[in-house]
């Protein structure tokens, strides 16, 4: 079964030269033709690799890149005396050239610039290094989470934040990266040389698909779960049930910019946060189409261009742009009166939850009424939940029309955290005392 593979894969790749060498259409002997198109040193490495790690050829071979010549040559190539240079890969004994494992965003900016300083300017930029200085995020994930193992407390950081956010990659002496830093599947790799991003998170290698990254799922595996559950939320709108429905025979992979209401009936993440639609431009910025931080303790109006701050962006033309994007398929009365709607439900989040919690909290902390460490506090612990799951669920849950997380998810856990954590502070402000569990804890009273 493996070799019948094999030669379907080196049969494919035999095709892709043939096909080039006719769309060439001149008329130098086909044999030149072929090494020009692929040359000999990448035929060398899809030859070897297409039984090395045919899964890997395989996806090249399906890719528009395969179609276009663009080769493991062509982003794997590094200078010899680069950190990222392999040296001592059984099987490369041979290899005229030197090549990495490591594939940094420049290496695609080279030919897609537009694409690389989008994602710069974008907040999943920052994703990991916006980490690096919060000491009590490193509390949380080596003292509590890791429980100060001597060799084990890194774990949670390596299976979990650093698979959403990403890492700091470290390469040994022969080029290849450290197991405590890779893999890493997050957004903000930072790599040897300072660079940042991954594009293989939405468009996944070595495919490199524009029909992948524009569904759902492309998003889902890290906007999910109690603290941003922007796929759940999806699933719950109108816009998700179409998708469920039918989008299965929508048409997905036309090029950048090209793609409008007609290939597709509902939009998709991409849709509304990327994609081009009518004269609205195509981004790799995220952060563009955005009017309000929703994740914050407090939401603000987004106002700035300093990539590490959680206000990065410009939310009045934001917002003109995600109108602009429902103004395809609705009517401008339609898409006014929602976002009032959702506007509305940010403030009361603002005004009625997050101020008041924060300023028991404020009291609290002045009286030398919260335990040291917050994560054994119960009134820290609803202070944390109200704004960083319950209240992000109830504001995103709203602004993208998702009404079981506004409000079951959302608004309604959250006024129940809000009434028990009062209970904690007047309990401790009245006695002067945190008390083991505090007073409302116990059934009895
Ligand atoms: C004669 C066979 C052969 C050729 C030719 C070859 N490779 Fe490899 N390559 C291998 C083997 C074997 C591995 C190790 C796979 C493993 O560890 O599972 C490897 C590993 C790799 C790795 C990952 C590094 C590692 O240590 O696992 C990359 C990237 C790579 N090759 C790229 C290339 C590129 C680019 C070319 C062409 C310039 C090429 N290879 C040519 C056999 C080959
Ligand atoms: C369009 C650019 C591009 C092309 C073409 C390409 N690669 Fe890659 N490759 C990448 C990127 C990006 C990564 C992920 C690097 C990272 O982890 O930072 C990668 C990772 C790898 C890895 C290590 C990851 C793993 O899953 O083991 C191997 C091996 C590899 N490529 C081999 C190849 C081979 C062989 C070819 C040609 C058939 C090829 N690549 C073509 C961009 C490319
Ligand atoms: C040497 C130039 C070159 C490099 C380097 C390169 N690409 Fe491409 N890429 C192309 C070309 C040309 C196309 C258009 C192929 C087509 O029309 O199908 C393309 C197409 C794409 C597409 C769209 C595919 C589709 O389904 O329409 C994606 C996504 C993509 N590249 C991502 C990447 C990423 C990510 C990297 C770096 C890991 C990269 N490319 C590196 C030249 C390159
Ligand atoms: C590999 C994980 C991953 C994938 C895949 C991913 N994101 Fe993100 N996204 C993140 C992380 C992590 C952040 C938080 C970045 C930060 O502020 O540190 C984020 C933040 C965002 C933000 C807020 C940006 C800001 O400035 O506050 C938006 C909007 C967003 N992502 C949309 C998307 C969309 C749409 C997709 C799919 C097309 C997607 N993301 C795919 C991990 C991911
Ligand atoms: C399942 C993927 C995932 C995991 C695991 C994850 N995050 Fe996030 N994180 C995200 C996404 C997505 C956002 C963006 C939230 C939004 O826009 O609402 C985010 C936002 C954040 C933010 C706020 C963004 C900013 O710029 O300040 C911080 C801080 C953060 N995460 C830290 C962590 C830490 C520390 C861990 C591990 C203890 C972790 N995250 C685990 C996906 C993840
Ligand atoms: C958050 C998800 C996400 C990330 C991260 C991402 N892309 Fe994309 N990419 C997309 C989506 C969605 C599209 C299709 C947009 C559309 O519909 O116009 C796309 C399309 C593309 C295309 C095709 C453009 C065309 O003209 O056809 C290229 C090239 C590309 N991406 C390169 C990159 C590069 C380079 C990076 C890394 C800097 C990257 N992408 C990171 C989601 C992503
Ligand atoms: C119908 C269009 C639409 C769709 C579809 C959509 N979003 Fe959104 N998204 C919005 C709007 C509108 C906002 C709020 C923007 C504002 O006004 O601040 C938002 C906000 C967000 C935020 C909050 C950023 C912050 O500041 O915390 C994230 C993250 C996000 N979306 C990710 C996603 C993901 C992932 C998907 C798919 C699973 C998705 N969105 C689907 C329109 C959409
Ligand atoms: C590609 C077309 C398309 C785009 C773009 C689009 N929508 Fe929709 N939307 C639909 C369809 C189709 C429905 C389902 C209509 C029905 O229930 O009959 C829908 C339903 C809705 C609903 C449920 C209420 C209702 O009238 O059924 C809301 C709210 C909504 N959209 C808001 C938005 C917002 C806000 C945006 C922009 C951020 C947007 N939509 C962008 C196609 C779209």
């Given at each position: 079964?493996r070799?019948?593979?094999?030669?379907m894969?080196?049969?494919?790749i035999?095709l892709?030269?043939?096909?080039?060498?006719?769309?060439?259409?001149?008329?130098?002997?086909?044999?030149?033709?072929?090494?020009?198109?692929?040359?000999?040193?990448a035929?060398?490495?899809?030859?070897?690799?297409?039984?090395?790690?045919?899964?890997?050829v395989?996806?090249?071979?399906?890719?528009?890149?395969?179609?276009?010549?663009?080769?493991?040559?062509?982003?794997?190539?590094?200078?010899?005396?680069?950190?990222?240079?392999?040296?001592?890969?059984?099987?490369?004994?041979?290899?005229?050239?030197?090549?990495?494992?490591?594939?940094p965003?420049s290496?695609?900016?080279?030919?897609?610039?537009?694409?690389?300083?989008?994602?710069?300017?974008?907040?999943?930029?920052?994703?990991?290094i916006?980490?690096?200085?919060?000491?009590?995020?490193?509390?949380?994930?080596?003292?509590?989470?890791?429980?100060?193992?001597?060799?084990?407390?890194?774990?949670?950081?390596?299976?979990?934040?650093?698979?959403?956010?990403?890492?700091?990659?470290?390469v040994?002496?022969?080029?290849?990266p450290?197991?405590?830093?890779?893999?890493?599947a997050?957004?903000g790799?930072?790599?040897?040389?300072?660079?940042?991003?991954n594009?293989?998170?939405?468009?996944?290698?070595?495919s490199?698909?524009?029909?992948?990254a524009?569904?759902?799922?492309?998003c889902?595996?890290?906007h999910?779960?109690p603290?941003?559950?922007?796929?759940?939320?999806?699933?719950?709108?109108?816009?998700?049930?179409?998708?469920?429905?039918?989008?299965?025979?929508w048409?997905?992979d036309?090029?950048?910019?090209?793609?409008?209401?007609?290939?597709?009936?509902?939009?998709?993440?991409?849709?509304?946060?990327?994609?081009?639609?009518?004269?609205?431009?195509?981004?790799?910025?995220?952060?563009?189409?955005?009017?309000?931080?929703?994740?914050?303790?407090?939401?603000?109006?987004?106002?700035g261009?300093?990539?590490?701050?959680?206000?990065?962006?410009?939310g009045?033309?934001?917002?003109?742009?995600?109108?602009?994007?429902c103004?395809?398929?609705?009517?401008?009365?339609?898409?006014?009166?929602?976002?009032?709607?959702?506007?509305?439900?940010?403030?009361?989040?603002?005004?009625?939850?997050?101020?008041?919690?924060?300023?028991?909290?404020?009291?609290?902390?002045?009286?030398?009424?919260?335990?040291?460490?917050?994560?054994e506090?119960e009134?820290?612990?609803?202070?944390?939940?109200i704004w960083?799951?319950?209240?992000?669920?109830a504001?995103?849950?709203?602004?993208?029309?998702?009404?079981?997380?506004?409000?079951?998810?959302?608004?309604?856990?959250?006024?129940?955290?809000?009434?028990?954590?009062?209970?904690?502070?007047?309990?401790?402000?009245?006695?002067?005392?945190?008390?083991i569990?505090?007073?409302?804890?116990?059934?009895?009273?």
């Amino acid at each position: 079964m493996r070799n019948v593979k094999y030669v379907m894969i080196l049969f494919g790749i035999l095709l892709i030269s043939i096909a080039l060498v006719s769309c060439a259409g001149d008329s130098t002997p086909s044999g030149e033709e072929e090494t020009a198109a692929l040359t000999d040193e990448a035929r060398e490495c899809i030859e070897c690799h297409a039984t090395e790690t045919h899964g890997i050829v395989a996806d090249w071979d399906s890719s528009g890149h395969a179609l276009q010549g663009i080769s493991c040559i062509d982003c794997h190539e590094v200078d010899p005396d680069s950190p990222l240079a392999l040296t001592g890969v059984e099987g490369h004994e041979d290899l005229a050239l030197s090549v990495s494992m490591l594939v940094p965003p420049s290496v695609c900016g080279e030919c897609h610039e537009n694409q690389v300083a989008q994602f710069n300017d974008s907040g999943h930029y920052r994703a990991h290094i916006q980490r690096i200085p919060k000491d009590s995020l490193t509390a949380l994930v080596e003292v509590h989470e890791g429980q100060n193992h001597p060799e084990f407390k890194t774990a949670s950081d390596e299976t979990g934040c650093m698979q959403c956010h990403g890492t700091e990659y470290e390469v040994d002496e022969t080029g290849h990266p450290t197991p405590a830093t890779y893999p890493s599947a997050g957004i903000g790799n930072v790599f040897p040389n300072g660079e940042i991003g991954n594009c293989t998170v939405c468009h996944s290698r070595h495919s490199f698909d524009i029909a992948e990254a524009r569904k759902p799922d492309a998003c889902g595996g890290c906007h999910l779960g109690p603290d941003h559950p922007d796929i759940e939320i999806y699933e719950n709108t109108k816009h998700g049930q179409v998708f469920a429905a039918e989008g299965e025979e929508w048409v997905w992979d036309r090029p950048s910019g090209e793609w409008e209401p007609g290939d597709f009936r509902a939009p998709t993440c991409a849709a509304c946060h990327m994609s081009g639609i009518g004269d609205l431009e195509p981004t790799h910025n995220v952060t563009q189409r955005l009017y309000w931080n929703l994740w914050a303790k407090e939401s603000r109006v987004r106002s700035g261009d300093d990539v590490l701050s959680p206000w990065l962006g410009d939310g009045e033309a934001g917002r003109e742009e995600m109108m602009e994007v429902c103004s395809a398929c609705h009517s401008s009365l339609h898409t006014t009166a929602y976002f009032e709607s959702g506007d509305k439900a940010v403030k009361l989040y603002n005004e009625s939850y997050w101020e008041p919690v924060e300023a028991m909290r404020v009291e609290l902390e002045a009286a030398g009424l919260l335990k040291e460490n917050p994560w054994e506090d119960e009134f820290m612990i609803l202070h944390y939940y109200i704004w960083h799951h319950d209240g992000r669920r109830a504001r995103q849950g709203a602004m993208m029309g998702a009404p079981d997380w506004a409000h079951w998810h959302g608004f309604f856990t959250m006024q129940q955290k809000l009434y028990r954590a009062r209970e904690i502070y007047e309990y401790r402000m009245e006695t002067g005392q945190i008390g083991i569990i505090g007073k409302a804890t116990d059934p009895e009273e």
